[in-house]
């Protein structure tokens, strides 16, 4: 299974995560962890991740990879509309684009983690 995690983490934590990570690759440790996409928020997650562009991930993962006029027709969506989604999970890498140019999700599963202390 694949699997793309969603956190709430600061600018910060997230860079000494990532450095530690990088530290543990230069010393051959294998990393276990999977993709992860950290948010500043939980707002701005929540404003990448709306109720529209949940339903561009389920119906890419139903149908396939897609072209962005197929998957708008597929939505009863708007083209303009449906194309900003695309925008904004492409730049959160919650969706992909094949060889052809078409979009997909490369994930089976996409997690969030919350944090209670840190999000606040």
């Known amino acids: 299974m694949s699997e793309m995690k969603l956190t709430i ?3 910060d934590r997230f860079a000494a995560d990532t450095l530690d990570m990088a530290r543990a690759l230069d ?6 962890h999977g993709p992860v996409f950290a948010f500043e928020s939980v707002e701005g997650l929540l404003s990448t991740l709306t109720s529209n562009r949940w339903a ?4 890419l993962r139903q149908r396939g990879p897609s072209s ?3 998957l708008s027709q597929a939505l009863g969506r708007d083209y303009r509309a449906v194309h900003a989604d695309v925008t904004a999970l ?6 992909e ?3 052809d140019g078409r979009i ?3 994930w089976t599963r996409i ?3 919350f944090d209670l202390e840190s999000a606040a």
């Open 90 to 95: 492409l730049g959160a890498a919650l969706i």
């Open 9 to 11: 983490e600061s600018l």
């Open 111 to 113: 997690s969030a983690e």
């Open 27 to 32: 010393r051959g440790e294998r990393s276990e």
């Open 68 to 70: 962005i006029r197929a």
């Open 56 to 59: 561009v991930l389920r119906t």
């Open 97 to 99: 684009r094949d060889a």
């Open 104 to 106: 997909f999700v490369p």
